[in-house]
């Protein structure tokens, strides 16, 4: 039967057959939310009725600038069920990226939490488009004198109408959601998902976190990712199509309030990107916790260090399950092991737990050099990854940033990876980052990891240096654990059997912190500019 895939089916799926289960949201004050799926579905019809009557019609972004809380969930249905597009903005981004986005994206309307409050009102009298702000907070927390124009209590929206509302049936190709990239080089640019895109991913996903092998099972689902990041990795959706528990931690990313959720409501599979778990990890060490029911976490935005990963499973349980995704591409990788993984000794598991997923059904997979030539999956040559999928973008929102496809239609990643003959993918770097040295290229990824596994380094970054002879060379740049003693000859000395040597950075740099981009990724344009002008000693490791 020729039946559109539409979100709304994914919460009235819920709604009719797991309608009790709960979703626990921390408040951005800091409190408990609970309530279940029925009690949701029916707000989420009042939102999409009050929608209505502001005029917002199919086709037309509204923006969110919010975090993880049980509204801005509710969002997720009540903006695309009625065939709106819901436009999560990163509040992480500087004022100037903010403005463009929502100017660009032609938001008519632009919903915001306690905390973004202060960040909308600085940039509001700049953006062209928003008919009014929405606060998503109760009556009484509605703040005196915003200067925001047309600011309505998200509350009063709701209370204002019935839950009485049938979803339209539009086309499965018509938009859902739009999140722009993090504008690292030029301005961020908007892809736009499909309805269709965001169900077949999330049916994909199902098979990632092992849902569907643990029959009976009670999964409990928490995003550490933000859901401006790539829709949460899906779980607004995949929870409510699973009929899960879902957990969402607000704003407070504190060690302490995510162990808090994490163990208190027994959740099973999470998600976030690796730097959330050296945070975590070190938290966990350092105060003797453990965790009771987690069992999984997906990992994707940036490569987890080896020792990372080891840690986790073999002291606390969870499997770091890493996949390979990005912005124009949700779901690029499998991140689940090849069969036959589990019985591996540890250390071989861990091997494949390394790899940046396996080929996935539905994605086609290339690696091409600098001349477009194809290189062959033999799991040593690396190159420029190119991919094509039924839920890839085929271009970006309005055109802008060039096209987001080659010459043959294999969707540019800006990734360097190997591709091994059982469909492993492994990222050695972006292409921007990778280091070009005597006309051979060196994977900072592997440098970076090579060194984190350092029982003294928190966090490693390697970036490129010019030289007169070799046209690049490595600088490492650590930042070390909390009391730890570290110099870089005891760093060098530790690398030195465990890489080629002409791969070994030619200087190490001990620093407090390193700069993070708004999706918590080492933001390395930054470092690249602060060590402009640094001199490499004139001998090389």
Same mark, same amino acid.
């Given at each position: ?307 990372? %990963?080891? &840690?986790?499973? /073999?002291?606390?349980? !969870?499997? =770091? ?9 949700? #779901? $690029? ?82 990734? %360097?990876? &190997?591709?091994? /003959?059982?469909?492993? !993918?492994? =990222? ?9 040295? #005597? $006309? ?87 470092? /690249? ?13």
């Amino acid at each position: 039967m020729d039946r559109p895939l539409l979100i709304s089916g994914a919460i009235e799926h819920a709604a009719a057959y797991h309608s009790e289960t709960e979703i626990v949201a921390r408040t951005i004050a800091g409190d408990i939310h609970r309530y279940t799926y029925r009690e949701a579905h029916a707000r989420m019809k009042q939102l999409a009725h009050a929608l209505i009557r502001l005029g917002v019609t199919a086709g037309e972004r509204v923006g969110s600038l919010a975090w993880n809380t049980h509204r801005h969930f509710e969002m997720f249905y009540g903006v695309s069920g009625i065939g709106a597009v819901l436009h999560t903005v990163n509040p992480r981004l500087f004022p100037e990226q903010l403005v463009y986005i929502i100017n660009h994206a032609e938001d008519r309307y632009l919903f915001v939490d306690a905390l973004t409050l202060p960040i909308v009102e600085q940039i509001a009298p700049r953006l062209t488009n928003i008919e009014g702000y929405v606060m998503m907070a109760e009556r009484a927390e509605m703040p005196d004198g915003s200067t925001l124009p047309n600011l309505t209590c998200y509350e009063d929206l709701l209370a204002a109408e019935t839950a009485d509302l049938a979803w339209p049936s539009f086309d499965e190709n018509e938009a859902s959601t739009i999140c722009y990239t993090s504008g690292t080089t030029g301005n961020p640019k908007g892809v736009v998902y499909t309805h269709r895109a965001a169900i077949l991913v999330t049916l994909l996903f199902t098979a990632f976190t092992g849902l569907g092998a643990r029959n009976g099972s009670r999964e409990v689902l928490m995003p550490m990712a933000p859901m401006f990041h790539g829709n949460a990795w899906q779980f607004p959706y995949l929870a409510p199509l699973t009929g899960s528990k879902l957990v969402l931690p607000g704003r407070n990313y504190e060690p302490e309030k995510l162990y808090e959720l994490l163990e208190g409501e027994s959740v099973t599979i999470t998600c976030g990107v690796p730097t959330l778990w050296i945070i975590l990890l070190d938290w966990l060490e350092r105060t003797g916790h453990k965790f009771s029911h987690l069992r999984l976490s997906l990992s994707s935005g940036s490569a987890p260090s080896r020792t990372l %990963v080891e &840690t986790l499973e /073999r002291d606390y349980g !969870v499997e =770091l399950a890493q996949a390979w995704g990005m912005t124009e591409i949700l #779901g $690029g990788s499998n991140a689940t092991l090849r069969p036959g993984s589990a019985d591996l000794p540890f250390a071989q598991r861990i091997d494949r737990r390394m790899k940046s997923g396996r080929a996935l059904f539905g994605v086609r997979y290339r690696i091409v050099d600098d001349e477009e030539r194809e290189l062959p999956r033999d799991g040593v040559a690396f190159g420029h990854l190119r991919v094509m999928a039924p839920w890839a973008a085929s271009a970006y929102f309005k055109g802008e940033g060039g096209s987001a496809l080659d010459d043959e239609g294999w969707l540019k990643t800006g990734d %360097v990876a &190997t591709i091994d /003959r059982h469909g492993h !993918v492994t =990222l050695t770097d972006r292409s921007k980052d990778v280091i070009k040295s #005597g $006309g051979e290229w060196i994977s900072s990824i592997v440098l970076e990891n090579i060194a984190a596994g350092h029982p003294a380094v928190m966090q490693a970054a390697v970036i490129a240096i010019p030289h007169p002879k070799w046209q690049e060379r490595p600088l490492l740049i650590v930042v070390p654990k909390p009391g730890a003693a570290l110099d870089g000859a005891m760093l060098l000395d530790f690398m030195r059997d465990k890489v080629a040597g002409w791969w070994l950075p030619d200087a190490v740099e001990i620093v407090e912190r390193l700069p993070m981009t708004a999706t918590g990724k080492v933001h390395k344009l930054t470092l /690249r500019e602060q060590y402009r002008d640094y001199a490499l000693p004139e001998s090389a490791p």
